[in-house]
């Protein structure tokens, strides 16, 4: 018999944290690349500031709900979770599916789906410190902004933002996935990339939207990633209602993993590994 | 080492691909009517020319391709069902990818890869630092990957492929780029390995060294089908397939035509550098040399082994 180590427990939550982990320390390494998105997210944020607290006073300080204190929450919140929440539908495993790649994934004692999901959680977790504090320092410090008057708002608020961040990883590995068919997903890639800012509400608040429009939103994970958290970070939405919108991100969270565990299953037997 | 369990066992594995041929569909087959059975511990080497169906196998062996046809067993499980378990017991080794983590230093790669297969505290330290030892990791173990020389990347690709100590080990063109010392460490390493822990091997190759050094069984396929397994020697008996030796001489000479189980291939330079193959199994290079020596003043020698395109190329052409 061939000497083997012995390994312990089977299923273990233990390899996806630690792949976590690696994400985030890889992350790390591109710091220069951090410090151009604060830039590009502030200076974003300064044009959202022009052009919706002048919209706001148009409407006589009070537009659908919003005032100068939360729209300029809603403005800083949401451009700093923009490095942390997937928004442009890129992901490292997609272009691991179109280059062969994956067979490294497959290779591993570990769902792909999972460990990849951990990968992005991790690179988005890290994003949170040269990009999501600043951000959001600055819309505290510089231009002034509402924040949640309980301790409870700010631990809600941090668990929202944390599945705002798992459910663009997983609605993002959905796009990936397609590759197991597509090969080539650039256009599915940048079909997300549009309607995903929209929805989530990151050009607008879902709330100023027609009716109709903010019905279709609201039936796409989209909000979850970033509405959602920004309404309830902000505190914008409090009690029971904040509760209310965890909950479905929740639920955007358990569809979009299912469908990303029911499409490697079916692609994996389709899936012609590109090159060598 | 024990041969009576099969780690590997295929009876008619196939493969087929859609390939698209301009507008029309046709299907490739990669792999066809493929039975072979491997042993715990052999050391066998996979060739065969590009696209003979050499990778294709490999990954269905691991679980990563579905095949078309046939039935398929490693290390006792069923690789597409059983992917995980048997991620366990296996060690790939993908020349052309890396499964280290690109931007952090390379000690990390197998922190994390102890955590993705469960290794114990005391169970990864002792395994990292034999494989530190043994593949002489140890200097560059803090600098990121993306730094690193392909031979050491290569070296560090090895480690961590069996961190977790796989009873099986499959190498796709593990040496492929590397120069001659570093194939020569990592062949040293791979004999090691299998002396100590009883690894089973198998490896694709087109460079004769490997196959030579490493491995006492051939598989060589054709087209997908398999046409010859057997020892290395049989192999080259039976297409004759012949070593170089080239010799540079200190003067002028004529054809060296009449040395003894030599066939004399051609000279360049008006008779200062000749040709002469010989087979292996009738002579060695150290009596050709003695012979022509004998003759004529020989400033150097290189020895030209048969590649493995040469070897698969008489084989093909025996076969048609």
Not at chain 1, 13 to 34: C, D, E, K, M, N
Not at chain 1, 222 to 241: H, N, W
Not at chain 2, 193 to 220: N, Q
Request: aromatic content about 6%; overall charge neutral.
């Amino acid at each position: 018999m061939p000497t083997s180590i012995q390994t312990t427990g089977r299923t273990s939550w233990r390899p996806y944290w630690r792949i976590l982990v690696a994400g985030f320390r890889r992350q790390s390494t591109y710091r220069l690349a951090a410090l151009g998105g604060l830039i590009a997210n502030t200076t974003f944020g300064l044009l959202k500031v022009a052009i919706l607290f002048a919209t706001v006073r148009a409407a006589g300080g009070d537009l659908n709900g919003y005032d100068i204190g939360t729209i300029s929450a809603y403005i800083w919140i949401s451009q700093g979770l923009l490095g942390s929440v997937n928004l442009n539908g890129r992901s490292d495993i997609a272009t691991r599916i179109k280059d062969g790649g994956i067979v490294v994934d497959f290779l591993r004692p570990l769902s792909v789906q999972a460990a990849s999901v951990a990968t992005e959680v991790g690179q988005s977790i890290f994003a949170l410190i040269p990009r999501g504090l600043p951000t959001v320092s600055i819309g505290v410090l510089v231009v002034g902004m509402n924040v949640p008057s309980a301790a409870s708002g700010y631990l809600l608020g941090a668990l929202s933002l944390l599945l705002g961040i798992v459910v663009s990883a997983t609605t993002v590995y959905l796009v990936a996935a397609a590759g197991f068919w597509l090969v080539e997903t650039r256009g599915l890639q940048i079909l997300y990339m549009v309607v995903s800012g929209f929805f989530a509400g990151l050009f607008v608040p879902i709330d100023l939207f027609p009716n109709a429009l903010r019905i279709v939103a609201e039936c796409t994970p989209f909000p979850s990633m970033l509405m959602y958290p920004v309404d309830v970070l902000s505190g914008r939405v409090v009690g029971m209602d904040a509760l209310g919108l965890v909950g479905l991100q929740v639920l955007w969270l358990v569809l979009t993993a299912l469908a990303g565990h029911l499409m490697t299953r079916a692609g994996r037997r389709k899936l012609e590994v590109q090159g060598g | 080492m024990s041969t009576d369990t099969a780690i590997i066992e295929t009876r008619e594995l196939g493969r087929d691909f859609k390939v698209r041929d301009g507008v029309r569909r046709r299907t490739l087959t990669a792999v066809d009517d493929l039975s072979v059975c491997v042993g715990a511990g052999e050391a066998v080497g996979y060739i065969g020319a590009n696209g003979a169906g050499k990778s294709t196998t490999i990954k269905m062996l691991c679980g990563i391709l579905v095949p078309t046809r046939g039935s398929v067993t490693t290390c006792g499980l069923r690789p597409v069902a059983d992917r995980r378990e048997l991620a366990r017991q296996v060690g790939v080794v993908f020349g052309q990818r890396t499964q280290l983590w690109w931007d952090l230093p390379v000690r990390e790669s197998f922190t994390i890869l102890a955590a993705i297969h469960g290794l114990g505290r005391t169970a990864e330290t002792a395994r990292t630092e034999e494989l530190v030892d043994r593949l002489e990791l140890a200097e560059f173990l803090g600098t990121p990957v993306r730094q690193l020389s392909l031979g050491q990347r290569m070296r560090a690709e090895v480690a961590a492929a069996l961190l977790h100590s796989p009873r099986l080990v499959i190498l796709d063109e593990p040496t492929i780029g590397l120069d001659v010392l570093s194939k020569q460490r990592l062949r040293e390493f791979l004999v090691a390995e299998r002396t100590v822990h009883g690894t089973t091997l198998l490896l694709t190759t087109h460079d004769m060294g490997d196959v030579e050094r490493l491995c006492d069984r051939i598989l060589l396929v054709d087209r997908g089908r398999l046409v010859w397994d057997g020892t290395l020697a049989g192999l080259s008996r039976t297409v004759g397939a012949q070593r170089v030796l080239v010799v540079d001489l200190a003067a002028s000479t004529p054809d060296l035509v009449d040395v003894p189980s030599t066939q004399h291939l051609g000279s360049e330079g008006g008779g200062l550098r000749q040709r002469l193959a010989f087979d292996p199994d009738t002579t060695t290079a150290a009596k050709v040399l003695a012979a022509v020596s004998e003759r004529v003043e020989v400033l150097d020698l290189a020895v030209e082994e048969p590649d493995v395109e040469d070897v698969v190329r008489r084989v093909y052409a025996a076969r048609r």
